[in-house]
């Protein structure tokens, strides 16, 4: 069997404990014959910025570079406010992206049927929702130069990002976006702000082109983000694939999260380009939710979302396709039995901590495993 190498990167606030869990689960499935995996972690963010003064080292890159698999926690807080801008805990997270070339983002937005009425909109506008949103990461306005803030004199600045898009940056994301559709309902929707941006003309024609040559098997269509938006929250079951740009890929996800009930719920791959030769990607894997630092160390972060970020790398970078599937299927156990952390407790559930609700997960899994 295959010895895989995973980069564990836990960083701020919750972060270190719900990778925690991850790291039980690794336990469990090493002394189950379930995979061979090997780990070793690393600082980023505030965690490292305390320690080396960047947001994450030159060695711990070279780390992630080695490793088959990035498994990634969270960062930032208000306690690194104050550091410099290219140095804050953000910076650690946008340079394993862009020097590892991580271009596709892969969200899935999924309610689990005891979570339908943990969402904010009814019931049957969620329940059975299987969204993939497909958010282009290392391109765009927060990468753009100039990026600059110019002080004009008489108390007056000017800030400056600058979104580019080039036709091959498109052109690929779209193409993980149609190959993506095929293995699900078989559509695409491409949203964009072509009305007033002139990167939306260039992302509309190249996404036009390419379904033309190479994938007219797929249904797509075109939205304007914000009316994309608008039908996120309408109508949400319309959506299969939303393949979209960094910056509207950003908000998108938050919204197609809260459908789910709760950002704790909702992990993310992060994809690079497959070797020619090994076909292998460079990847990473982190909840969407945010370091949460009112609730670190308290035991009340949901684990979840980073439990299933784990169950994407077994699927995207290791072909575990059922052992991912048993993760899966633990996790909508658990919920079924009722159990809930804080963020997502309704009346008649039972209230459990992190530690409890990654037992409980394992639990599932040793049963369904049997």
């Known amino acids: 069997m295959a010895t895989h190498k995973l980069l564990l990167l836990p960083g701020d ?9 991850v790291k039980k689960l690794i336990a469990w499935m090493n002394a189950h014959g379930m995979g061979t995996f090997e780990t070793e972690e690393g600082l980023v963010g505030g965690s490292a910025y305390d320690a080396h003064k960047v947001a994450i080292t030159d060695e711990t890159m070279a780390k992630a570079h080695a490793a088959d698999a990035i498994i990634f926690g969270a960062v930032g807080g ?14 650690g997270l946008l340079r394993l992206r862009k020097d590892l070339v991580l271009y596709a983002n892969l969200r899935p937005a999924v309610t689990y049927p005891a979570l339908a009425d943990a969402s904010a909109l009814k019931r049957e506008l969620v329940a059975g929702l ?65 009305n007033v941006m002139k990167t939306g003309v260039l992302w509309n024609e190249v996404i036009t082109q390419l379904h033309q040559r190479e994938f007219k098997d797929v249904t797509l269509e075109h939205q304007l983000a914000d009316s994309g938006g608008m039908q996120l929250v309408k109508n949400p079951k319309q959506f299969d ?26 992990a993310s791959a992060s994809l690079g380009e497959a070797d020619p030769k090994t076909k292998k990607r460079k990847a990473m894997y982190e909840p969407v939710h945010g370091s949460a630092p009112d609730i670190a160390g308290k035991g009340l972060a949901n684990p979840i979302a980073m439990i299933a970020s784990f169950g994407m790398a077994l699927r995207y970078s290791f072909d575990m396709g059922r052992e991912a599937d048993l993760i899966d299927k633990a996790i909508a156990a658990t919920l079924d039995k009722g159990l809930r952390t804080a963020d997502i407790k309704s009346e008649g559930t039972t209230s459990v901590g992190t530690s409890q609700m990654g037992d409980a997960i394992i639990a599932e899994m040793e049963k369904l495993a049997a």
């Open 130 to 194: 299987d969204i993939m949103i497909l958010r282009e990461l290392t391109g765009g306005v927060y990468f753009g130069e100039p990026k600059t803030i110019t002080d004009l004199g008489n108390g007056q600045k000017r800030a400056i990002d600058t979104q580019i898009y080039d036709t091959y940056e498109i052109e690929r994301i779209g193409r993980v976006a149609f190959e993506l559709a095929r293995k699900r309902r078989n559509k695409v929707t491409s949203m964009e702000k072509r």
């Open 78 to 91: 208000p306690k690194w406010d104050a550091v410099p801008f290219d140095v804050r805990p953000e910076a």
């Open 13 to 21: 606030g919750i972060g270190p404990e719900v990778m925690a869990e």
């Open 241 to 266: 694939v939303v393949v979209t740009d960094n910056l509207f890929g950003d908000m998108l996800s938050d919204i197609a999260a809260m459908l789910t009930g709760s950002l704790g719920m909702l």
